[in-house]
C-alpha cells in the first residue's frame, strides 16, 4: 500500500465517489493471476478511483488475503471491502492528470 495512509474522512469520501461506479476487475477462481494484477494496475492509471469484484472467494479472510497482496502489487489503497466489492484507489502519477482531490482534512476539524 502507500506510504500515506488514508484517513476514515478521506475514505468516506472516496466511498462517496465510488457509490456510482461499476466493477471494472473481476476477480475469479484462479484468484490473484498477474492478468487481474495488470487489469487493475492499468484501471487505476485511468480512474484513479475503481471498484473490485469478487465472482469466486466468498469468505472474508481469502478476499483480505488476495486485497493485501493485490495492494502490494499495485501500490494502491483499499478504501473498503463491503460484501463481494472492494474499492481500491490510487492517485495518478502525474499531478496534473490527477481527476481525484482528496481533502486534506476534516470538514469537522
Do not use: W
Request: net charge positive.
Amino acid at each position: 500500500m502507500n506510504n500515506k495512509k488514508l484517513n476514515g474522512y478521506q475514505k468516506k469520501y472516496l466511498k462517496g465517489l465510488a457509490h456510482r461506479l461499476k466493477p471494472v476487475v473481476l476477480i475469479g477462481q484462479h484468484g490473484l493471476t498477474d492478468t487481474v494484477v495488470n487489469n487493475t494496475i492499468q484501471a487505476l492509471k485511468k480512474h484513479e478511483l475503481i471498484k473490485v469484484k469478487f465472482i469466486d472467494h466468498k469468505k472474508k479472510d481469502q478476499k483480505t488475503t488476495i486485497l493485501e497482496a493485490l495492494c502490494q502489487q499495485t501500490q494502491s489503497d483499499m478504501v473498503s471491502l463491503i460484501g463481494h466489492v472492494a474499492i481500491l484507489f490510487k492517485p495518478h502519477p502525474d499531478p496534473a492528470m490527477r481527476t481525484i482531490s482528496i481533502p486534506a482534512k476534516s470538514v469537522s476539524d
